[in-house]
């Protein structure tokens, strides 16, 4: 306990002395953190989203104006018969342009402009849970498309599998690019600690011929790096969150418009404490690095 209590005051003396030629080293690490985060916040709130998404997709069978209502019972008839359906319901022409006039107040008027109703008749099937991971959703949706009288059939989770699939691609190479920049980081943190090693060389020297533990001769070098991290680390999630405010005052109702009224919310309290922890471990293993040129 005292060897830590000894490190962290010799390593914030440290830090504070050489405070100017510190400056790089924290800057480094909150561009990795920004980095890393702004792709985490991105990736977490997607995430979220999609599974929101997921839990309400349906299966929607649209119907042509000319479909026969025997037409529309072999629809119904095969949903049933097929095990997968939790429920459904048929939305006629009326019904689906009443439903766009109520959830879509703003575009409401393009509608009116239109002679007609523009709308088709559907089918929408509530999906039962777990019964797309054995493929007989996308069996039965096939078979709905070859029926007469449909004109399409659109299943949510096909296209929100392969939304998915591109955030997986997004997140991968945003975390390549993320730890580049914290092994950059790391090196500049390093160096830095080496800067403050050389200047108290003599002290090290002195601290050797008496017999110092090696914990009190490497740990302030160790702590110097953990609180040059911590400190950077800090000023990136307060740079994040900055700048997610701004965009929420500037963008919010853009947003929520677009994403049909799901809002986007900040990183909750473990991953930015996790993103904080990230920049005191870069910290650290610079620091690390350094102290092993003191003795």
């Given amino acids: 306990m005292r060897a830590i209590e000894y490190a962290l005051r010799e390593g914030w003396t440290s830090l504070w002395r050489a405070r100017g030629s510190s400056a790089p080293a924290i800057v480094a690490i909150a561009l990795a953190i920004v980095v890393l ?15 929101e998404w997921t839990s309400a997709a349906e299966l929607s069978v ?3 104006d000319e479909a026969s209502s025997e037409q529309r019972g072999a629809v119904e008839a095969m949903v049933d018969a097929s095990g997968v359906a939790d429920g459904r319901e048929y939305v006629s022409k009326t ?69 998915g699939s591109v955030l997986d691609t997004v997140r991968r190479t945003g975390l390549v690019f993320g730890l580049l920049m914290a092994l950059a980081a790391a090196i500049t943190v390093a160096s830095v600690v080496r800067l403050g090693l050389q200047s108290r060389r003599d002290e090290i020297e002195i ?46 109702s853009q947003l929520s418009a677009f994403l049909d009224g799901a809002a986007v919310q900040f990183l909750p309290f473990r991953l930015w404490t996790a993103l904080a922890l990230g920049g005191m471990l870069v910290g650290g293993v610079g620091g690390l690095a350094a102290s092993r040129h003191a003795v």
Avoid: C, K, T
Avoid at 222 to 228: K, Q, S
């Fill in 95 to 163: 019904d689906a342009l009443a439903r766009f006039r109520r959830e879509f107040a703003d575009l409401s008027s393009l509608a009116e402009d239109l002679e007609g109703n523009p709308f088709p008749a559907s089918v929408e099937v509530r999906i039962r849970a777990g019964a797309e991971s054995g493929g007989e959703v996308g069996a039965l949706v096939e078979r709905l498309a070859a029926l007469p009288g449909v004109a399409d059939v659109r299943y949510d989770r096909e296209w929100l599998a392969r939304v």
């Fill in 207 to 252: 601290m050797q011929l008496v017999g110092s533990p090696l914990a009190f001769i490497r740990g302030p070098f160790v702590a110097e790096g953990i609180l040059l991290g911590g400190i950077g680390a800090a000023v990136a999630v307060l740079v994040l969150w900055v700048g997610f405010s701004v965009a929420g005052v500037w963008w919010g």
């Fill in 37 to 51: 985060g702004s792709l985490l916040l991105v990736s977490w709130n997607i995430d979220r989203l999609l599974a």
């Fill in 62 to 64: 649209f119907l042509h």
